[in-house]
């Protein structure tokens, strides 16, 4: 790869290393630039740029990022698309994570344009977590890298291991000077506990905190309880108290007592038969995360514990301290940002004014209607949370919609202009959705690989709020607003739509290369149409 100051003549096909203003427009780090661009450089006597020029050998960075995040993807793991030389990895499901480190060092190890970054080994995931990322550091990758690394056995170094849905019983031993109340509220903390590990509460069992009596309770159990959990009247204060005691007397053995995870210190992990039993400290009351979490979800997911595992949890062990801490429960235990969940407001609702009588969005377009064709590539980019902004000619276009399985939002307002149903739109959106995508209806060309496409670049983590079609250098639709910026959608009037806001976040803007015209051609005139039906034959 040639990196460097280059005369504008001689790169075509590279790729800016920095951002360069023209006029009002900003070509991004990361743009190739086409002859287009070249000719809109000149045009404002920019001579020079600072660039990289691919040569032969050289892997383009989405190439090189999703190379080695195939290699490495294994079990319960999806990868994303590529996006600015960057694979993100996720869970598929809820479970442990398991990572090869020798392999991820491996990788790593190769050459400093190849990198893989992960969650800790056997960290708890949820499914949709962001567990690795794929990043190519300079804008290629050279050919000897790749070549190395091809010649790797990585075997599915990432993997997640599933929850499988453990039996459980839960033993409280009691003191008559405790109130029941406790016991209550100490079930139903770990009844959500087990929950959130994929377990099962079979049954609950309280006993006198005696040896004796606890080793009966033992005995009785359910045959379906697979784990047992003990939740002593006092705590555990030696390997000879009441509950390793009463397990030794049951039959059972203790594989360790006490763990360097605070809170959790005084957990007790013990076997009886094909049981595993967990005689848990005070914390575990507490919803927060404590150490008898690191335990009951790898036990969740099948993993046998050694003495040697729990002795080895000590680094990362001072939870109270770990600033990104899980949250208490809320439903779930483990509050992670997962893959952004993003709307898709299709616009259905104008009058068609420069088409006459005739309503543009119901004119036949490979034998349906234009509005049948933008649902149809909607609906093939695979998200579930769309919906039909309806106005003008509403039983038309909420027929259609239907015909299509999505929601309709009436605006009523829509003679008023276009920002009427924007903000309607805005409205609409989901709350748990992070962005909206807006598709106008009158543009056939739009395909849902670049729907798709356009969704995969958005990321509010990474400052990917503002995601914007370009092809040839010309911006183009639809284009997808973060959840940040919707406040703003109240400033429009009439009949401006999004577009206008765009000046104002101009800064913001991510620009994503697409290899289609469609995202410009929409129809607003009979003559519109034709050229359309015409250049498509």
Request: net charge negative; hydrophobic share 40%.
């Amino acid at each position: 790869m040639r990196f460097g100051r280059f005369s504008i003549d001689e790169c075509e096909g590279a790729y800016l290393a920095h951002s360069v203003m023209v006029g009002e427009r900003r070509f991004k780090k990361g743009t190739q630039l086409s002859s287009t661009m070249l000719d809109q450089l000149r045009a404002a006597a920019i001579t020079h740029v600072t660039a990289a020029q691919l040569e032969d050998g050289d892997v383009h960075e989405d190439e090189a990022a999703t190379v080695v995040a195939s290699k490495v993807v294994g079990d319960h793991t999806v990868c994303e698309k590529a996006f600015t030389g960057r694979v993100n990895l996720r869970a598929e499901v809820d479970g442990i994570l398991e990572i090869s480190a020798d392999v991820i060092d491996a990788v790593n190890g190769i050459d400093e344009a190849l990198t893989i970054a992960t969650l800790h080994n056997n960290a708890m995931v949820q499914k949709g977590q962001l567990i690795a990322t794929s990043k190519t550091i300079p804008f290629a990758a050279p050919a000897e890298a790749m070549e190395v690394l091809s010649s790797l056995d990585c075997s599915a170094a990432i993997n997640v291991r599933p929850y499988v849905g453990k039996g459980c019983t839960l033993i409280q031993t009691q003191l008559s000077s405790v109130k029941d109340s406790l016991y209550h509220k100490t079930k139903n903390t770990l009844a959500q506990r087990m929950s959130d590990f994929g377990a099962i509460l079979i049954e609950e069992k309280r006993c006198d905190h005696v040896i004796d009596t606890l080793a009966e309770q033992l005995l009785l159990l359910d045959e379906a309880t697979e784990l047992v959990l003990i939740m002593g009247a006092s705590a555990i204060a030696d390997r000879r108290d009441v509950i390793p005691a009463a397990i030794e007397q049951a039959g059972g053995y203790t594989i360790h007592f006490g763990m360097p995870v605070d809170p959790g210190n005084l957990l007790l992990v013990a076997r009886m038969g094909n049981r595993w039993i967990l005689g848990l400290p005070g914390c575990a009351r507490s919803p927060k995360l404590n150490g008898i979490d690191h335990i009951l979800s790898r036990l969740c997911a099948g993993m046998n514990i050694r003495a040697t595992d729990i002795m080895g949890m000590g680094v990362g062990g001072l939870l109270n301290e770990y600033v990104g801490r899980p949250q208490p429960r809320a439903g779930k235990m483990i509050q992670h940002t997962v893959q952004p969940t993003v709307a898709i407001a299709v616009m259905a609702a104008g009058k068609s004014s420069r088409m006459g009588e005739t309503n543009k969005l119901l004119l036949p377009y490979k034998d349906k209607t234009v509005l049948d064709h933008v649902l149809d590539q909607v609906k093939t980019a695979g998200h579930e949370d769309v919906f039909v902004v309806t106005g003008h000619d509403q039983a038309a276009t909420k027929t259609i919609a239907g015909q299509h399985g999505v929601r309709v939002v009436h605006n009523e307002d829509y003679a008023s202009g276009m920002s009427s149903s924007v903000k309607k739109a805005i409205e609409a959106v989901p709350e748990h959705c992070e962005g909206v995508l807006i598709v106008l209806g009158d543009m056939p060309g739009i395909t849902g690989e670049v729907i798709e496409k356009i969704i995969a670049a958005y990321n509010p983590i990474e400052g990917r709020n503002l995601i914007m079609p370009v092809h040839t250098g010309k911006w183009g639709n639809p284009v997808l607003w973060g959840r940040e910026f919707f406040n703003s959608f109240s400033k429009l009037k009439g009949d401006n739509g999004a577009k206008i806001l765009l000046r104002e976040f101009q800064q913001e803007i991510i620009e994503l290369e697409v290899d289609s015209d469609g995202i410009f051609m929409d129809i607003d005139t009979a003559e519109a149409y034709q050229a359309f039906l015409e250049a498509k034959g």
